[in-house]
């Protein structure tokens, strides 16, 4: 079944001086439950605003959004926030962690908005999960005492405490280096499939990017299925060759005219 | 109910994290609700001290007061004067009531036999007018029975006759003509301090009556006692003018005359500074206010993406309001009971005896002034908490994540 569908949405932004920045054109897309699904392109392309539209902490300008077979524009604000709770997990470049608080806060946050039992045992569930991350001998450690890694593991398992059915990842890695960001993404790539999750990737990585058993790329706001068999230039994941990429990663030029073999896999 | 209890646990959650912030926030608000009860507490103890002052001059409130005077020499008896005043007593059912008889008598001190004002009283005076004993004791009903005369005498009377306190027994000579041998029971401090302050005595009416003849020494002061009655106000208007007809046909040929003590009390004091007090708290919390509302601001724009985060985790725009909100709310019930505490601790330790010449009542602690407090901490707590709480949760969730 279709968890999420986009039907030719689009997304503009006023500028200040008047003129209508079209940030998505006509994007379609579907993602079926279990199913990971990554998205790759250059910064700016409108790749987060995508991800945002789909864990519905933005609006599309036209177009269609069904969630489960029901158009988003049919959810009132407050049953749109909770199903945004209830079946979306985040994880963010930044890890985004609540600064002041334990890796057990961080990750009992998002249960502080659960109802009934999923609140009451906040802290055993969010314990929990942080063993499952293999955090569970750093429960009351503060985020800055954490590597990046520990950090998105964190993140990770907040995303995943309420126990969501759609994992909405945005540059998982982008701050990690390559060994802990594929760990992340085993991670993430496990507990999609002992859940049943349904997993969207936004990256700029392409080793990241592969793991999907989908691949898309986002260009000037045009959403473009990719083949990764049949692709074997760089430019066909990304578009033009980025001449500058976020963090000082350098995974795109090393990966060379074509994709290697353990990329693809 | 899970929405409500994870707000507060959420509010408290960013109290305990950022300490720092609300106790600066909250110094303000925490000292105008300690300013507030403690300073009506300090009025309330002020007010009672010139209230017990004025017991001491004219009777507790509200005491009623009979006097009689003759006409001349056709007048009836005093006696008939004093049958009429036990009738009275009897009639109205009133218990606290006292014969109050300010005359001069002879005593004989190292230096000679010498006049002291004296005040001829009953027992329940003692309670009616606060007289505050500091040695000894004041005088019981069984002393009418004593076989002397007991006084309860100034520090003055008592340095004339050379002692320095009640540590042995001490008596006096009384009248000149009969004396007899009178008991010092108590001594009092003198009204005013000064080298020449007069030597003065209490006795109780019946024994001067039994032991000493007023005839014996030159007229002085009343022909008659006053008799003072301390009564509910709201009998008092009814009372008085019945008090004069009744105690006027009783003894023909006085005249008779009826006063109350209501004008003297210190109502003026109580509202002037209540009104003062209960300003300089309203000011003193709207700048306590005004400073939570600024830091709650700042933070709040400091605190962007951390919104944008739970907007992430499913919070509503609701959630997010009455989250802020609550934090501020939650801070300052937490500054206000702080206030109340130091207020208490202020209060209690307060050397009330020093400040305020020894309080035989002192008032208790103004629970009312602390409840009005924490009632306004939190109001105002609502009110700083309603503009950062708006900035909130019109923060868009996109914007304040990438912030």
């Known amino acids: ?265 | 109910m899970t929405g409500f209890v994870g707000a507060v646990v959420e509010a408290w959650d960013e109290l305990r994290i950022h300490k720092l912030r609300v106790l600066l926030a909250l110094i303000g608000v925490a000292a105008a609700v300690a300013a507030i009860t403690g300073v009506t507490a300090a009025v309330q103890m002020l007010s009672q001290a010139f209230q017990e002052q004025g017991d001491r001059d004219v009777g507790r409130q509200v005491t009623v007061s009979v006097d009689a005077w003759p006409r001349g020499e056709q007048s009836a008896a005093p006696a008939a004067l004093q049958a009429e005043y036990a009738r009275v007593l009897e009639r109205y059912d009133i218990t606290w009531a006292s014969r109050d008889w300010r005359t001069q008598v002879p005593f004989r001190f190292p230096d000679g036999t010498r006049p002291a004002d004296v005040r001829a009283v009953d027992p329940e005076l003692g309670t009616m007018q606060r007289v505050q004993v500091t040695e000894g004791r004041w005088f019981v009903d069984a002393d009418v029975e004593a076989l002397a005369p007991q006084l309860v005498v100034n520090r003055a009377f008592l340095d004339r006759l050379g002692v320095a306190d009640l540590s042995e027994p001490v008596t006096v000579q009384l009248g000149d003509v009969a004396p007899v041998r009178s008991t010092v029971v108590g001594v009092v401090e003198n009204r005013w301090s000064g080298p020449d302050y007069p030597a003065e005595a209490y006795v109780l009416y019946d024994q001067l009556a039994r032991w000493y003849t007023p005839d014996s020494t030159p007229m002085y002061g009343q022909p008659a006692p006053t008799l003072s009655l301390w009564v509910p106000p709201e009998i008092v208007d009814e009372l008085m003018p019945r008090l004069q007809t009744e105690v006027a046909a009783a003894v023909p040929g006085w005249d008779v005359s009826t006063w109350d003590n209501r004008n003297t009390g210190t109502a003026m004091l109580d509202g002037a500074t209540r009104w003062i007090v209960l300003g300089v708290g309203a000011f003193a919390l709207l700048l306590g206010g005004l400073g939570l509302v600024n830091i709650a601001l700042v933070t709040v724009r400091y605190r962007i993406r951390e919104i944008g985060i739970r907007r992430s985790f499913g919070a509503t725009s609701g959630r997010i309001f009455v989250g802020v909100l609550l934090e501020s709310v939650v801070a300052t019930v937490v500054a206000g009971m702080v206030g109340v505490v130091i207020a208490v601790a202020v209060v209690k330790n307060i050397p009330a005896d020093a400040l305020f010449g020894g309080l035989q009542d002192r008032p208790p602690f103004p629970v009312s002034a602390a409840l009005v407090g924490m009632a306004c901490a939190t109001a105002v707590g609502a009110l700083a908490g309603i503009l950062p709480a708006t900035v909130a949760v019109r923060v868009k969730v996109i914007d304040a994540i990438r912030y």
Do not use: C
């Open chain 1, 1 to 265: 079944m279709t968890m999420l569908e986009l039907r030719d949405v689009t997304r503009d932004v006023l500028l200040p001086d008047d003129r209508v920045l079209h940030i998505l054109r006509g994007v379609t897309l579907g993602v079926a439950a279990g199913e990971h699904v990554a998205v790759v392109g250059r910064s700016g392309t409108g790749k987060s605003t995508l991800l945002n539209i789909l864990g519905l902490l933005d609006a599309p300008t036209s177009g269609e959004y069904l969630l489960e077979g029901t158009p988003v524009t049919a959810l009132s604000n407050r049953r749109r926030t909770r199903r945004r709770g209830q079946d979306f997990g985040f994880v963010f470049q930044q890890f985004q962690l609540l600064p002041g608080r334990t890796a057990l806060e961080n990750v009992a946050a998002p249960l502080l908005y659960a109802q009934g039992r999923q609140f009451w045992r906040r802290r055993d569930l969010a314990a929990a999960m942080l063993d499952r991350v293999g955090l569970g001998d750093r429960l009351d450690t503060m985020p800055e005492k954490l590597s990046g890694g520990e950090q998105q593991r964190v993140a990770v398992a907040r995303a995943l405490v309420r126990g969501p059915r759609v994992i909405l990842a945005d540059e998982p890695t982008g701050a990690l280096d390559v060994e802990t960001g594929q760990q992340i993404m085993d991670l993430l790539d496990d507990v999609a499939s002992e859940t049943g999750a349904a997993l969207v990737t936004i990256t700029h990585d392409l080793a990241v990017a592969a793991r999907a058993s989908r691949h898309y790329r986002l260009a000037e706001g045009v959403l473009v299925p990719v083949d990764v068999g049949g692709a074997g230039r760089v430019a066909d994941w990304v578009g033009d060759v980025p001449t500058h990429l976020p963090t000082g990663r350098t995974h795109v030029p090393e990966l060379g005219p074509s994709v290697p073999a353990e990329v693809q896999r």
